[in-house]
């Protein structure tokens, strides 16, 4: 049982990281119909920005927890926003009256090149992170010693997951911009002549997705000590199948298919090969799109005539 409870605690600290970054392909999906696959850079990008602040702070002397962690997290959504918002006005915006095509390669053009200028400019080789948070709650063992452990840096990355999840339902649904993006997602053309700013409209929606993205590089920083030029790959991979999973285009179900995609990875990790958790992960994928291929809270797309 405390075998279980403890791989619980981890899959569900996982499945946050990968809700956040979920978050942000089922945003960009929502209001254009395309699938932002430079948003796993963008992520990556978030993580190097968050390492590089924390060594510039401690350097500087700011040691103080709490208020090194809200400045690391400013830094690192203002850098990646920016970064958001230029691959929506170079990859994105150009190309949005041709083929569906064209941005996807876009797209993938980009994150190449996100890769390639990482690597350049930070170098190949794992940046380690010394631990920010220490400490944290023993919950309960068992006969063989085993003991149940629920870190502060969980708690915070859960915590501040909901949070985020919260704030961002509550902008979609009660503000301006949330009734722009609602209108955008609906009819683009019939929203620019009701006059929503259609342009300025999508690169929010950017802005709040490589935000989201660069929250999850800064705790994945914290979390495991140590980034690399490769991490936004595999981890955007995952994302976007979590969002697939719950339904892309739903925020909650972004959310609920990153905490079951962690889940999975870490409940197979613990009591199966962990070499095959990816496979075991895609698997499930399909077969839930079998039998619903809208996702766990996707809805049918209505064409109207």
Known sequence: MAYFLQQLINGLTLGAIYGLIALGYTMVYGIIGMINFAHGEIYMVGAFVSLISFLVLGAAGITWVPLMLAIVLVISMVFTSIYGWTIERLAYRPLRGSVRLAPLISAIGVSIFLQNYVQLVQGARIKPLPPVIRGGFTLM?????????????????????????V??????????????????????????????NVDRTISM??????????VAGVMVTM???????????????KAFTAAVLGGIGSLPGAMLGGILIGLIESFWSAYFTIEYKDVAAFAILVMVLIFRPTGLLGRPEIEKV
Do not use: H, P, W
């Open 205 to 214: 929606t950017f802005v709040m997705g490589a935000a989201l993205a660069a």
């Open 141 to 165: 063992g068992d006969g063989d010693n085993f003991v149940v452990q629920l870190s502060y840096l969980q708690i915070i990355i859960m915590l501040l997951t909901v949070g985020l999840m």
């Open 223 to 237: 979390y495991y000590g140590v980034v690399d030029f490769y991490i936004g790959f595999l981890a955007g991979v």
């Open 167 to 196: 704030a961002f339902t509550m902008v979609i649904t009660r503000t301006d911009l949330g009734r722009a993006q609602r209108a955008c997602e609906q009819d683009k053309t019939m929203a620019a002549l009701l006059g929503v």
